[in-house]
């Protein structure tokens, strides 16, 4: 199943992967945590403020497309919900699908980065582990993901993923790798949190209003 993903796809998808992966009690999402989720500035790159009937729409074009489904309300939930089904559409495993979010997320990637920014969502038990999941992916039929390689002055190579379709690999390796902000995983954490927070309090908000609470 060959993919040509628009930013704004890859975007949600990879955010819907990432709160799959890390907070799964928190998943499927709503519309307003999808909106938060794309638009959080940890663990992004670059940073995005897109506004929530831009997501919807882009949502249901996924569900379209056979990666997204929309969650109807049941079981005490009042709010629809989305989720991602890249895994099922390209026949991913869990690893696979976490070092794809990963850079569908922040970008082209180093083997150490991918071990580290997977880390809550796999279990890769080293490096060797991360290099034969990236082989598969790049080995597949229709490639997933391709090697990036390291330039006068970079440390090591680099993987991006190809759900965008052909990348320039020349471009790609000539640019500086991302910026990676003075955070820690703890401080990632709280950020993440805080976002997982306002999330639930604005799901509460339309709770409250669908059930007449207003005011």
Not at 7 to 25: M, N, V
Not at 37 to 60: H, L
Not at 101 to 126: I, S, Y
Request: hydrophobic share 35%; glycine share 6%.
């Amino acid at each position: 199943m060959a993919l040509e993903l628009g930013d704004e796809e890859l975007r949600i998808i990879g955010s819907l992967i990432e709160k799959e992966l890390t907070t799964p009690q928190q998943y499927p999402l709503t519309l307003n945590a999808l909106v938060l989720a794309c638009n959080q500035t940890s663990n992004r790159y670059p940073v995005v403020t897109y506004e929530e009937r831009e997501v919807e729409n882009t949502v249901m074009g996924l569900k379209d497309k056979g990666l997204a489904r929309v969650v109807h309300p049941s079981h005490g939930r009042s709010a629809t919900r989305y989720r991602q089904v890249l895994h099922e559409a390209l026949y991913l495993e869990r690893e696979e699908l976490a070092v794809l979010g990963v850079m569908m997320l922040r970008g082209p990637q180093t083997l150490n980065e991918l071990k580290t920014r997977t880390e809550r969502g796999a279990d890769f038990a080293d490096l060797d582990a991360v290099q034969r999941t990236l082989d598969a992916l790049a080995g597949r039929e229709e490639p997933l993901v391709v090697r990036i390689p390291r330039q006068s002055g970079q440390r090591e190579d680099r993987y991006a993923h190809l759900l965008g379709g052909e990348v320039d690999i020349d471009a790609i390796a000539a640019s500086a790798p991302a910026p990676v902000a003075g955070r820690t995983s703890r401080s990632d954490d709280v950020a993440d949190l805080r976002e997982q927070v306002e999330a639930l309090r604005r799901d509460l908000d339309d709770l409250r209003r669908e059930l007449g609470f207003e005011g």
